[in-house]
T-cell receptor, first 111, second 117 residues
């Protein structure tokens, strides 16, 4: 099935550093979401984006929906050890259609 | 916030047996639930869309007779893996949308890890 192109696949950073990851798609999405998944658990919603160009923050997390509706980035500022996990972007074309997921970015934070 | 609960969290079974996984929306009604499958170090792959009171819609390549989905109420969907084989071992995750809530906001269960011996 269709997937979003998410990069980087993995990141190793020092505690306190800022992190940036992004997703691109060849098709337009109405809604873009960012999830975090801890090992052995289901994904947890971090940020939802609905409007082209929308910039939304959730604590140390900031995400933006691209103007073309084909891309998005997620930034994490001042990383801490509990930020470790896999971050997934997901897009939805319309209504109650299923989400399409990126392959994930595995984040490791070195204390 | 909306809570989705799965049971069991993990299950080990013998090859050839059937396993049922439950997905419940605890504090909201979910007209639509989705079932995903996730292999180690991979992304979530949609298996099927489950609508309350109607037959599930399966993604291409997913055997509907092997992965039986029942969505009998607005708060419960079940996935039954029939005649399980080792290749069915995976992490199964359900999700639900909040009826009338913002489009696209899926709430996920904790996942169920199936190991078939």
């Amino acid at each position: 099935g269709q997937q979003l192109n998410q990069s980087p696949q993995s990141m190793f950073i020092q505690e306190g550093e800022d992190v940036s990851m992004n997703c691109t798609s060849s098709s337009i999405f109405n809604t873009w979401l960012w999830y975090k998944q801890d090992p052995g658990e289901g994904p947890v919603l971090l940020i939802a984006l609905y409007k082209a160009g929308e910039l939304t923050s959730n604590g140390r997390l900031t995400a933006q929906f691209g103007i073309t509706r084909k891309d998005s980035f997620l930034n994490i500022s001042a990383s801490i050890p509990s930020d470790v996990g896999i971050y997934f972007c997901a897009g939805q074309h319309s209504g109650n259609t299923p989400l399409v997921f990126g392959k994930g970015t595995r984040l490791s934070v070195i204390a | 916030g909306a809570v989705v609960s799965q049971h069991p969290s993990w299950v080990i079974c013998k090859s050839g047996t059937s396993v049922k996984i439950e997905c419940r929306s605890l504090d909201f009604q979910a007209t639509t639930m989705f079932w995903y499958r996730q292999f180690p170090k991979q992304s979530l792959m949609l298996m099927a869309t489950s609508n309350e009171g109607s037959k599930a819609t399966y993604e291409q390549g997913v055997e509907k007779d092997k992965f039986l989905i029942n969505h009998a109420s607005l708060t419960l969907s079940t996935l039954t893996v029939t005649s399980a084989h080792p290749e069915d071992s995976s992490f199964y995750i359900c999700s639900a949308t909040l009826a009338g809530g913002p489009s696209g906001e899926l709430f996920f269960g904790e996942g169920s890890r199936l190991t078939v011996l």
